[in-house]
């Protein structure tokens, strides 16, 4: 059975830092990531890592946030640094695995910014 387990979110003063973790079980993902999603507004990509390390961000947490992955530990982590109030919104992790095609999520953790 396929698992995404996030931990790590919080409330956090703007200019602040956090790290999420999402550790996965039962299966092998090629692209692992982190999605966010505001109240009232679609989810969207923050940052995504292939097993060999490439990485892409969204434009708005360039030069803030880092993705990093273990696949020893098949664990993916998303340090947010320099965190804006417009950060705040609940965080999903997912990963991906294209054959035989598999797209999972976890729960969700909220990240609050705020003063």
């Known amino acids: 059975q396929v698992q995404l387990v996030e931990s790590g979110g919080g409330l956090v003063q703007p200019g602040g830092s956090l790290r999420l973790s999402c550790a996965a079980s039962?299966?092998?993902?090629?692209?692992m990531g982190w999605y966010r999603q505001a109240p009232g507004k679609q989810r969207e990509l923050v940052a995504a890592i292939t097993r060999g390390g490439t990485t892409n961000y969204a434009d708005s947490v360039k030069g803030r946030f880092t993705i990093s992955r273990d696949n020893a530990k098949n664990t993916v982590y998303l340090q947010m640094n320099h965190l804006k109030p417009e950060d705040t919104a609940v965080y999903y992790c997912n990963a991906h695995r294209p054959f035989p095609s598999l797209d999972s999520w976890g729960q969700g953790t909220q990240v609050s910014v705020s003063s």
């Open positions: 039962g299966s092998i993902f090629s692209i």
